[in-house]
């Protein structure tokens, strides 16, 4: 039976590194510790077996360290860290952090896109080189975008389409405004080009925090389902940075009320068999 996993969680410590994007009065509660400890038994509790650990920051030595708690945390099966997609000696970084400890479990590379100042920055050419060197490497690139970064992120993929790209979040529809058609086309567009999978994470947070249901996160679940199919959609929390709108297994019971609406097949594959395929983990 294969394993049911969270593909979306972070770890951090304010006290000892810088997130440029916690700043803030309104991401106060989350502004703390966050790490293995903590997760375990709302993983144990939620009826899940492993997760994939993503990068919060610009940094490698995130990244290393992401890899020794890999190492020493079971339930982690993977890591999507982070590189310099423009860093001339990506071979040689991606060989170096293999060979750490935990770097086994290195099985995507992650940037905050939706940050940079240039909505088509992911399809620079020096960014694309980076790229084909991550696939290369077999691993798989998560998109962590929006609305205005898709169509460079579009083009990107249709430039590598015998890469795996996984999108983040949904590309993080604007649900507290309501249904965005221009969203919901561009998404669309995207997977049609068949070689990316589409994380069902970080909805609720996109939502008005504290008025919030299953109901109000239906449509955009619905709507990627119809896009992407059931072969590639993949359930993630998106923990701790869901504790702003709700607690884990408010999340965790949300989103698989909207996947079960589609059907059994749809909502056991996003738990752990479309994860597996999308970052190439052992079954």
Same mark, same amino acid.
């Given at each position: 039976m294969s394993r049911t996993i969270d593909a979306h969680q972070h770890f951090w410590d304010p006290g000892r590194a810088d997130y440029p994007w916690m700043a803030g009065d309104a991401l106060a509660p989350i502004r703390r510790p966050f790490g293995p400890a903590d997760l375990a038994p709302l993983l144990a509790e939620n009826g899940l077996d492993a997760s994939i650990l993503v990068q919060t920051r610009s940094s490698l030595d995130e990244t290393e360290e992401f890899l020794r708690i890999a190492q020493e945390t079971p339930f982690v099966a993977g890591v999507v860290g982070w590189v310099d997609l423009t860093d001339p000696q990506l071979d040689a970084t991606i060989d170096r952090l293999?060979?750490?400890?935990g770097g086994d479990r290195l099985v995507?590379?992650?940037?905050?896109?939706?940050?940079?100042?240039?909505? /088509?920055?992911?399809?620079?050419?020096?960014v694309?080189?980076?790229?084909?060197?991550?696939? /290369?490497?077999?691993?798989?690139?998560?998109?962590?975008?929006?609305?205005?970064?898709?169509?460079?992120a579009i083009a990107t993929v249709r430039a590598f389409p015998q890469a795996h790209f996984v999108l983040d979040h949904a590309a993080k529809p604007?649900?507290?405004?309501?249904?965005?058609q221009n969203w919901a086309d561009?998404?669309?567009e995207l997977a049609a080009c068949g070689n990316v999978w589409c994380k069902i994470s970080g909805l609720a947070t996109e939502a008005i925090w504290r008025d919030w249901n299953a109901?109000?996160?239906?449509?955009?679940?619905?709507?990627?389902?119809r896009c992407f199919g059931p072969d590639k959609l993949i359930f993630g929390s998106d923990w701790p940075v869901c504790l702003l709108a709700g607690h884990y297994g408010a999340i965790k019971q949300a989103l698989e009320h909207c996947l079960t609406q589609l059907g059994s097949d749809i909502r056991n594959k996003a738990f752990g068999p479309n994860t597996i395929a999308a970052y190439r983990l052992p079954a």
């Open positions: 293999r060979r750490l400890p995507g590379i992650r940037h905050q896109v939706h940050d940079e100042a240039d909505p /088509a920055w992911i399809y620079r050419g020096d694309r080189r980076g790229l084909e060197r991550v696939f /290369a490497h077999d691993l798989t690139y998560d998109l962590l975008v929006r609305t205005r970064e898709l169509p460079a604007p649900i507290a405004n309501g249904f965005d561009r998404i669309a109901e109000r996160l239906s449509p955009y679940v619905a709507h990627v389902a």
